[in-house]
């Protein structure tokens, strides 16, 4: 099993910053990969950036340039630095790690992110 913390979220206004906490414990060496995904009220969840156990990352459209996903492997937490927050960003976002054991997947609760315009 797997526990995530998501932590970070809040009101901002549009251009502002925000960095949003995934610190996971548990078994954590079954890890290979940690996502960040949301979503808006009426969307689909969609994937905003992903980092793997051996450091490569992708981002959504939306999100490059913008947003950076990083990891403290001694502190067992992967960060999201989103920057220029635009009003389109707002939404649940939810942190995700994906294992090499079942079961495959844990998402943590959530965290609501507001961009005001």
């Known amino acids: 099993q797997v526990q995530l913390v998501e932590s970070g979220g809040g009101l901002v206004q549009a251009g502002g910053s925000l960095r949003l906490s995934c610190a996971a414990a548990?078994?954590?060496?079954?890890?290979?990969?940690t996502g960040w995904y949301r979503q808006a009220p009426g969307k689909q969840r969609e994937l905003v950036a992903r980092v793997t156990s051996g450091g490569e990352t992708n981002y959504a459209d939306s999100a490059k340039g913008r947003f950076t996903i990083s990891r403290d492997n001694a502190k067992n937490t992967v960060y999201l630095q989103m920057n220029s927050l635009k009003p389109e960003d707002t939404a649940v976002y939810y942190c995700?790690?994906?294992?090499?054991?079942?079961?495959?997947?844990?998402w943590g609760q959530g965290t609501q992110v507001t961009v005001s315009s």
């Open positions: 995700k790690v994906d294992r090499v054991i079942w079961p495959r997947e844990f």
């Open positions: 548990g078994s954590i060496s079954s890890i290979y990969a």
